[in-house]
Structure formats: structure tokens, C-alpha cells
């Protein structure tokens, strides 16, 4: 788990929830779509807990192990080269 302080996390819930619920939708008509919702528990109204994922790495743990000037479109053009739709 990671414990967040001093961060209102009610928008990541509702993200989450949202997130769940295309997961369903995707699920009722068999399509093949890979979405991993994390659980996430808040304990007031500035902090609370959420689910940690293995083998992830954020957004801006990204950005900072990019070569200098690279963005994030650079980085998936070179990662995923001539299949950037499967990004």
C-alpha cells in the first residue's frame, strides 16, 4: 500500500470507480481489453491508502529516466516503433 497525506484522494476514487465500471461493460460483451482498477481506502477527509501495483512505474518516475528532450510521445514511438495503437 501507499499512504498518501495531505492529498484529497476523492478524485482518484471516482476515477477508479469509473474505471471499474468499463472493466464490466468491456467484460459483458467480451472484449478483450486489459484494465487493472486498484483499490484505494480513505481514512479522512487529506489522506488514505492506495493499492500499489508491482512492476509499475508513475508517469513522472518515467519522465525522469527519459534522455534529455525525449517526451512521452518520444518515448512510445521508440518503445512501440511501427505499433504506437497498441500504446
Do not use: H
Amino acid at each position: 500500500m501507499i499512504v498518501k497525506s495531505n492529498d484529497d484522494l476523492r478524485q482518484e476514487v471516482l476515477a477508479i470507480q469509473i474505471l471499474k465500471r468499463m472493466k464490466a461493460i468491456f467484460a459483458e460483451d467480451n472484449l478483450n481489453i486489459f484494465l487493472k482498477p486498484y483499490e484505494i481506502f480513505i481514512t479522512s477527509c487529506n489522506s488514505g491508502m492506495i493499492e500499489f501495483i508491482p512492476d509499475t512505474v508513475s508517469v513522472d518516475g518515467l519522465k525522469k529516466k527519459l534522455p534529455k528532450g525525449w517526451t512521452l510521445k518520444t518515448f512510445y514511438e521508440n518503445y512501440f516503433g511501427e505499433n504506437i495503437l497498441d500504446a
